[in-house]
């Protein structure tokens, strides 16, 4: 399914408003830990990039097609940036599959 929606979600928690770009929070040359090089109020809610976040969204969309039984999670979260866009993905296809 194209979604308008989830993919104006992957452009919000990739901070593209402000990044111009959907790959730039897996790009070394923004992140210098421990200094940032671009303001934290810019930084993205993911580290994972625009591929990344539809891959989620497909492998999301077949256990949802499949009706496959179980919750969502993600561990290891930086700003939670995947699970909002987890939510979004369950409240677009109205499934009441819980996340985290």
């Given at each position: 399914m194209n979604s308008l929606y989830l993919d104006l979600m992957k452009k919000?928690?990739?901070?593209?408003?402000?990044?111009?770009?959907?790959s730039a929070s897996c790009?070394?040359?923004y992140y210098s830990y421990p200094s940032w090089l671009i303001p934290?109020?810019?930084?993205?809610?993911?580290?994972?990039?625009d591929q990344q976040?539809?891959?989620?969204?497909?492998?999301?969309?077949?256990i949802h097609l499949e009706k496959i039984?179980?919750?969502?999670i993600e561990v290891g979260v930086w700003r939670g940036g995947a699970s909002i866009f987890m939510k979004a993905f369950l409240k677009e296809y109205n499934s009441?599959?819980?996340?985290?």
């Open positions: 919000v928690v990739n901070n593209y408003i402000y990044l111009g770009t959907n790009d070394k040359r934290r109020t810019c930084l993205p809610h993911t580290l994972c990039n976040l539809s891959v989620l969204e497909k492998i999301m969309e077949y039984d179980g919750d969502f009441e599959k819980n996340y985290g």
